[in-house]
């Protein structure tokens, strides 16, 4: 079960550092061919979700890793399954109908709370 945490809680961390990390400092233009719900959120929420991403992408190797609080880890996971959970609703209340990424993430975040429950 250790080995398989971290397989699973190493890719979700990198996907969400990646994005969180472009949510952060990329415009809002250079962000609509990859998300087009740009448009619908202000500026700020989205420098926020990127903020969320970067530190939930933390807790899931950091407080493991080091042996420190390690219920956070479980606690990030169950923040990405919220925050897949709204957007997968961000996608279906716009035009963007495509949620089959969402879906995914949501289903690992869910498969890394249970992991982690065994750490």
């Known amino acids: 079960m250790n080995i398989a945490y971290w397989i699973v809680a190493a890719l979700l961390a990198l996907f969400y550092f990646y994005a969180g990390t472009l949510k952060m400092i990329r415009s809002r233009d250079q962000l609509r061919p990859m998300m087009a719900w740009v448009d619908r959120i202000p500026l700020p929420a989205i420098r926020a979700l990127g ?8 807790g899931l190797i950091l407080p ?5 609080a390690p219920w956070l880890a479980p606690a990030a996971a169950i923040g990405f399954v919220l925050l897949q959970t709204g957007a997968i609703a961000v996608h279906l209340t716009g035009e963007d109908r495509r949620i089959a990424l969402n879906a995914g993430l949501t289903v ?11 750490l």
Request: proline share 4%; charged share 5%; net charge negative.
């Open 51 to 58: 903020a969320v991403e970067i530190l939930g992408a933390t």
């Open 64 to 68: 493991p890793l080091t042996g420190i």
């Open 108 to 118: 690992t975040a869910a498969v890394t709370i249970w992991l982690a429950t065994g």
